[in-house]
């Protein structure tokens, strides 16, 4: 025993830390300088727990089965006897005898070093997050990537190695979409934001991925500004979709469009065209009612908004249907219920669809008015 004890005497009384070493059944056989000092000397039969925690039971932490077996431990332990926060750490050595014993490093965590841990133990937790995210994670940093987490690697094909510090325009972005990304990152580095701003990732493996991203400004831990972007890969919903507009494309129709906002006319009628729609404009009731008269025999479908300058739609289709009788229509508002109700829209067997609308549900309405049946 002198022998074991001068040969942790001399390595272990150095320290400030407590240390002791103890059997397979707790008991003390060796405590430092520091720990003699501070709590007072050892009985026979002193154990592990009475001397480094002050209580009389087994410590509700206790791994010693572990540490028997040859692994170490560390944790980090609230001592509720003393309110204390403690780092201990506990390895297997040689006791004289031949059999293994448990020698225990105890350190107190000052309040600091107690906020610093959980700080550290956050930013661990934070980076477990962004790593195992089912979705894209990046940022981008005075120009160049700082952080690519697993999916990105999984969708792009390369190794988190081959892109950090790298130019996100030369590797990522088409010739097409450049001016829009860079319109895009202009915006968020002045503190705007822009949900659901979508464009194509060139791959490593040279494929086009539709990504939809939503990037805003950070501050990262030192401060300093970072772009943080969240994307989720949209292509295959992109094509799915796709089939699904193809599917409810024209069969060769053609479709009246009346709206008195000149910007919102324009528009229906370019998502009408993109599904191959013949589309003729009307700014107003009155140059419906000339169009119609004109070519009375080609429209299929008056698609209107429900609240006119001149007359209502529900007037305007009452008036083309002298000109075209089994003229089909479909109305259209973006005012509040009771609005649309008096002018008498919403009746049963009446076709609506309310603002704003997707092209997609605008696609598969037109297909429902045209074609006479609902489409599940």
């Given at each position: ?225 970072i772009v943080f972007g969240m994307g989720v890969d949209v292509t295959e919903q992109r094509r799915l979709e796709q089939q699904f507009l193809q599917a409810l494309a ?115 309405v037109i297909r429902e008015v045209l074609d006479g049946v609902v489409i599940s």
């Open positions: 025993m002198d022998r074991i004890a001068g040969f942790y005497k001399e390595i272990l009384d150095k320290l400030d830390s407590y240390c002791l070493v103890c059997d397979s059944k707790k008991r003390v056989i060796f405590a430092n300088r520091a720990l003699v000092e501070d709590r007072g000397g050892l009985r026979d039969d002193t154990t592990c727990h009475e001397l480094l925690f002050y209580i009389t039971d087994e410590c509700p932490w206790c791994q010693q089965q572990r540490v028997l077996e040859g692994r170490a431990v560390q944790r980090d332990i609230f001592n509720p006897s003393d309110t204390a926060h403690y780092s201990l750490v506990v390895i297997p050595v040689p006791l004289e005898n031949g059999t293994t014993g448990c020698l225990h490093i105890l350190n107190r965590i000052s309040e600091g070093d107690l906020e610093r841990k959980k700080a550290e133990r956050y930013a661990r937790f934070l980076e477990q997050i962004i790593e195992n995210a089912p979705i894209m994670i990046f940022g981008n940093k005075n120009g160049k990537i700082c952080l690519f987490n697993e999916e990105c690697q999984r969708v792009t094909g390369y190794s988190r190695e081959e892109v950090l510090g790298k130019d996100l325009f030369d590797l990522f972005v088409t010739e097409e979409d450049m001016p829009r990304v860079r319109q895009h990152c202009k915006l968020v580095l002045s503190g705007g934001f822009e949900p659901g701003f979508e464009f194509s990732w060139r791959t490593k493996s040279g494929q086009l991925r539709r990504i939809m991203w939503n990037c805003m400004l950070l501050e990262d831990p030192n401060g300093e500004p024209s069969k060769g129709e053609t479709i009246l469009v009346t709206e008195d906002d000149p910007i919102v006319l324009e528009t229906v009628s370019s998502l009408l065209e993109s599904l191959g729609y013949k589309v003729f404009r009307a700014k107003n009731a009155q140059e419906a009612i000339e169009i119609a008269k004109l070519h009375a025999g080609t429209i299929q479908l008056l698609f209107t908004d429900v609240v006119l300058s001149e007359m209502n739609g529900k007037e305007l289709y009452e008036r083309i249907k002298e000109e075209i009788p089994g003229i089909k229509v479909l109305f259209t508002s973006g005012c509040t219920e009771n609005i649309i109700a008096r002018h008498g829209v919403l009746e049963h067997g009446v076709s609506f669809i309310q603002k704003p609308y997707e092209l997609s549900t605008l696609a598969k």
